[in-house]
């Protein structure tokens, strides 16, 4: 009871300060904003339906229309809803787009009258609402010129055992293009031929769009996800695409993220539509890592139960058919509209500079553009280089020098000029730069169904959206886009001006998430503001060729109030990019002993090229602010390549013929079995050390055919029947350890220099004696060895006469008539 009295008595002391501040009505904004809300948590829920005109033009009528519902999230009921708008000082810089909606109640001195809701709602009850009122006027939102401004929509009430309190609120932003018609300001109208007078004002008080300056709009529109092709995974469509998980088949879906992207620059493409001066200034820009996978969905793919292990069980994919259609329509998209290409996997060029290969660079920013234009038949723009973290040090600098790359769009917190360029353009080394403001990429990447802070937005800068409810973040989107070609800077001093000048260069989040309803929105608001005057398009393709031109200089900075980690990307540290150079040269090596050929069922360079990519997955900028995911996956995809490079060298192996191995003569071969398991052919070479007393020939290179066995025949000599201990390594062509070596016991029927000698006095007695044998028959003398031998009697010198089938007829028909050394027993 007592808890509760407590409670109750804080929730009425709340209820009377806020009463306070709205009759009140304070106007002060205090120098620093901070946020804070007057709303009590835990009470009601603010949800916007419809807030129209989303852009407020002469054409649009003279009232603001607002549809919402307010949910009551408290245990009690609450009586007594009353709704009203209030509306707070025009919006003066970009930081301003966001800090506006951070500020107090106070902050928004325009109030409209109370509107009532609902008499009561009960727990988890919903009251909705509609609300108009005038735009200019007393009563209304009072407002006199064009500009945006920041909107805020409160709700008041009772809860129960409490005072009359601010219970629930929703903040967002309203663009001013032009005015609609007023008496009251049609008073102050003078007529050019009599006087100088406001030159956008009408004669019936309507105010026209500010021409005067247009900003240079140039808009891009990125296709980016966080990598999904599992690590270690050969290419070349020798094994089966593994995907880490199937996030990726949701998101291609028409209505999934990246599909409702597609479904709404397919209305801007289209050749024969009107939106002729906004195809001009968008340019899509698409991650290459992000066509790469999507392609291979389309050939088939399965999720990796453990995407750390390679090797691991799979499942089956679902997107195979939604991957097919996003590409084609992306393709078709390509041929009306500008493509440019996102740096490899948001590949981190301070990373790059760590690491310092020279072919992983070229791979990453270079050949990123070479893959954008094969997968999508296109000629992308190049030469403008879009780092995902909005920052660019001097050493990510060097890395686009070493390049050739000449330009780079970065935020405008990352440089400090002395002085300021109209269009925002500068120049750092060799490198012309394009700034944006960051608080307009945040306000683009609230939108949507999550939404995306980039990580270099101070976190002072950046609203609570938890509560804001999809309307409301469009709304601002909406606002943050147009504030550029409504807000004019002051020209009188240069160096006070914003640093991006009159450029809208628009750069949302690269991971952003607008659904159909939040793409249409920002499409026409560009498309209007071109339409009206106020923005002109700029094609990529001229800020390219105009950035070499920028003669302001800007030092390279990491913008305040952020983790310069964050600020960098997250560049990979000095041991993980040792790791990743070994990795990078053992695959150059391993690719260079590959054999390719028309027969072959892949080229060495594809086989390979996942690894290479793996590389700068690994080094990809993280999609949010927390850092311990990313130091996983970065881990996880370093030990996978590791672990299939292992494997590759364990594919090739020698066939241990079981220690023991005995040659048939001195000269006969050592046969041995190579085995691979690659799926290419391999050149290797064997690495013998042999004793001196067995000399191995010299093999050279053999080529091991794929999936297959080759006996290769080592040309021996042994010089001696002793055991010799061999031990033989293999290595392919550059040099690679492959598998294990082996140790053989070699035995030989050589017997050395005592069977040479004693063949050769054998070989001189046996031509002695014959040469003895034939001197005595030539001579007709006897020879002594014959004395011992008795001489033939009457019976064998006939016999001996006799031919042998004459004397084997007589054997069988007497024995008796043969000598008795010749009878058989029958």
């Avoid at 055992?161 to 300001?185: H, I, K, W």
């Avoid at 020279?358 to 999508?376: F, H, N, R």
């Avoid at 028309?598 to 690994?618: I, K, W």
Wanted: proline letters at 9%; hydrophobic letters at 40%; one cysteine or more.
């Amino acid at each position: 009871m007592r808890a509760d009295l407590v409670r109750r008595r804080a929730a009425l002391l709340a209820a009377v300060a806020a009463g306070v501040l709205l009759i009140l009505g304070l106007t002060s904004v205090p120098s620093v904003v901070a946020p804070a809300h007057a709303v009590e948590p835990g009470y009601a829920r603010l949800t916007l339906t419809e807030l129209t005109p989303s852009t407020v033009t002469s054409a649009g009528g003279d009232v603001v229309r607002v549809r919402g519902r307010v949910t009551n999230t408290f245990d009690r009921p609450i009586s007594t809803l009353k709704v009203r708008l209030q509306l707070g000082s025009q919006v003066r810089t970009a930081v301003g787009l966001r800090t506006s909606l951070m500020a107090p109640s106070s902050a928004f001195p325009v109030l409209t009258p109370q509107r009532s809701v609902a008499e009561t709602i009960t727990p988890g009850q919903s009251a909705a609402f509609d609300v108009e009122v005038p735009i200019s006027g007393s009563g209304g939102l009072q407002i006199e010129d064009t500009g945006v401004y920041p909107l805020l929509v409160s709700v008041t009430g009772v809860p129960e055992s409490g005072g009359l309190m601010q219970v629930a609120e929703s903040r967002s932003l309203l663009p001013v293009l032009s005015l609609p018609a007023s008496a009251t300001r049609a008073t102050g109208f003078v007529d050019p031929a009599y006087g100088a007078g406001d030159a956008r004002l009408g004669r019936d008080g309507s105010v026209a769009p500010d021409t005067s300056a247009p900003a240079a709009l140039t808009m891009i529109w990125p296709l980016a996800a966080t990598p999904q092709l599992a690590p270690g995974v050969l290419g070349g469509e020798t094994e089966p695409v593994r995907l880490i998980s199937d996030r990726l088949a949701e998101s291609l879906k028409p209505e999934g993220r990246l599909g409702a992207q597609l479904t709404a620059l397919e209305k801007v493409a289209q050749p024969d539509g009107p939106d002729a001066r906004l195809r001009d200034g968008l340019c899509v820009a698409v991650d290459p890592d992000l066509l790469v996978t999507v392609h291979g969905m389309t050939l088939g793919y399965v999720v990796s139960e453990d995407p750390s292990d390679p090797r691991s069980a799979t499942v089956p994919g679902t997107g195979q058919a939604d991957a097919r259609a996003w590409i084609a329509q992306l393709r078709s998209i390509a041929e009306q509209l500008c493509v440019t290409a996102l740096p490899f996997a948001q590949a981190g060029l301070d990373s790059l500079s760590t690491i310092g290969d020279e072919q992983l660079s070229t791979t990453a920013v270079t050949g990123a553009a070479d893959i954008v234009d094969a997968l999508l038949g296109i000629e992308s723009a190049r030469d403008v280089t879009i780092p995902a973290v909005g920052t660019l040090s001097n050493a990510g600098r060097d890395v686009l020098t070493s390049q050739g790359r000449t330009g780079a769009a970065i935020a405008s917190s990352a440089v400090e000029p002395a002085a300021t360029d109209a269009l925002g353009r500068y120049r750092s080394g060799g490198v012309g730069l394009q700034t944006y403001d960051v608080p307009i990429s945040a306000a683009l990447g609230a939108a949507g169904t999550r939404p995306a802070v980039p990580s270099i937005m101070p976190s002072w800068q950046q609203p609570d959206l938890r509560g804001e409810s999809p309307v409301s973040r469009r709304q601002s989107a909406l606002a943050a886009l147009a504030f550029p070609m409504l807000t004019v800077p002051d020209s009188d001093d240069a160096r006070r001006g914003p640093v991006t000048g009159r450029s809208a260069f628009v750069m949302p989040p690269t991971y952003w998430s607008p659904t159909a309803e939040d793409s249409a929105a920002l499409l026409g608001a560009a498309d209007l503001l071109l339409a009206s005057g106020t923005a002109r398009e700029v094609p990529l393709r001229d800020v390219a060729g105009s950035l070499p031109e920028a003669t302001e200089t800007a030092p390279l900075v990491t913008p305040g109030d952020t983790d310069p980690l964050v600020a960098k990307g997250f560049p990979i540290s000095s041991a993980q990019a040792g790791e990743v150079r070994s990795h990078v040269a053992l695959t150059s090596q391993l690719k260079s002993s590959l054999v390719g050929s028309p027969d072959t069922v892949t080229t060495p360079q594809a086989y390979v090229a996942p690894l290479y990519e793996d590389a700068l997955r690994g080094i990809a900028t993280p999609e949010t602010q927390t850092l311990n995911e990313a130091r996983r996956l970065r881990t996880m995809r370093i030990e996978a390549v590791s672990s299939t490079l292992d494997h590759m060298r364990q594919a090739v192996s020698l066939l241990d013929p079981g220690g023991r191995y005995t040659l048939a003569s001195e000269r006969s071969p050592l046969l041995l079995i190579v085995r691979n398991d690659l799926a290419l052919p391999i050149r290797v070479e064997m690495n013998i050390d042999a004793p001196e007393a067995l000399n191995v020939g010299e093999l050279g290179v053999q080529e091991i055919p794929p999936m297959g066995t080759r006996q290769i025949q080592i040309p021996t000599h042994a010089s001696t029947s002793e055991r010799a201990t061999v031990n033989i390594a293999m290595v392919t062509s550059t040099g690679v350890p492959l598998s294990e070596p082996i140790t053989l016991s070699i035995y030989s029927n050589a017997y050395g220099k005592v069977l040479f000698w004693i063949t050769i006095i054998a070989g001189v007695l046996l031509v002695l004696l014959v040469a003895r044998r034939l001197w005595h028959r030539f001579t007709g003398e006897p020879d002594p060895a014959d004395e011992d031998r008795p001489e033939p009697d009457a019976d064998e010198i006939r016999l001996a006469s006799i031919p042998y089938q004459q004397r084997l007829d007589l054997t069988r028909e007497d024995p008796g008539d043969l000598p008795p050394a010749d009878r058989k027993d029958p």
